[in-house]
Nanobody
Framework: QVQLVESGGGLVQAGGSLRLSCAAS????????MGWFRQAPGKGREFVAG????????AYADSVKGRFTISRVNATDTVYLQMTTLKPEDTAVYYC???????????WGQGTQVTVSS
């Protein structure tokens, strides 16, 4: 059974930083592309960042480029999202996803709330 468990969300002031983690189990992590998506209140779920199997290629939504960094450690089946210079519009539930790229794959975590106050 595939499980993706996110952690690291919380409340932060604008301009601050947070690091999200996603621990994966039950899937061949090292051969899975991984990604982060987010969903703000009243909006659809949107792509944030993606990373290739080896970690050698990454992709970002224009809204987070230069502020967010996705990374992975295949030895521990973990993917990270380092978020800096956070803005109130980054407030959303952030979801870890496996198997996709800019479009999501089949597996989702339960989500972690990120709230940025102005």
């Amino acid at each position: 059974q595939v499980q993706l468990v996110e952690s690291g969300g919380g409340l932060v002031q604008a301009g601050g930083s947070l690091r999200l983690s996603c621990a994966a189990s039950g899937l061949p992590f090292s051969i899975s592309t991984m990604g982060w998506f987010r969903q703000a209140p009243g909006k659809g779920r949107e792509f944030v960042a993606g990373i290739s199997r080896s970690g050698g290629a990454t992709a970002y939504a224009d809204s987070v480029k230069g502020r967010f960094t996705i990374s992975r450690v295949n030895a521990t089946d973990t993917v990270y999202l380092q978020m800096t210079t956070l803005k109130p519009e980054d407030t959303a539930v952030y979801y870890c996803n496996a198997g996709g790229w800019r479009r999501p794959g089949n597996y989702w975590g339960q989500g972690t709330q990120v709230t940025v106050s102005s």
